[in-house]
Nanobody
Framework: QVQLVESGGGLVQPGGSLRLSCAASGSISRFIDFCWYRQAPGKRRELVASIRSGDIANYADSVKGRFTISRDNARNTLYLQMNSLKPDDTAVYYC?????WGQGTQVTVSS
């Protein structure tokens, strides 16, 4: 079983940036999607971005042009670079690999 640990969340002002990391223990295949989700208070968990073999990335419309997903296969780590953050980006961010979820990291965008 793969264990996932997110880090990098915090409080940032609108327009600011954060970089989230998700460190995976266990065997990770670069042929399987590695994903970031988020869940805001009172809302359903939603897919933010995913990356697959060949570094093919997909993004939710709400984050296109602002967020970038990447992975370091040698370090078994997934990243999410978040720029031009908005208050609507406030949520707990989770990484997901197959059926495994991390514990989440809180991102709060507020002035």
């Amino acid at each position: 079983q793969v264990q996932l640990v997110e880090s990098g969340g915090g409080l940032v002002q609108p327009g600011g940036s954060l970089r989230l990391s998700c460190a995976a223990s266990g065997s990770i295949s670069r042929f399987i999607d590695f994903c970031w989700y988020r869940q805001a208070p009172g809302k359903r968990r939603e897919l933010v971005a995913s990356i697959r073999s060949g570094d093919i990335a997909n993004y939710a419309d709400s984050v296109k042009g602002r967020f970038t997903i990447s992975r370091d296969n040698a370090r078994n780590t997934l990243y999410l670079q978040m720029n031009s953050l908005k208050p609507d980006d406030t949520a707990v961010y989770y990484c997901k690999y197959t059926t495994n979820w991390g514990q989440g990291t809180q991102v709060t965008v507020s002035s």
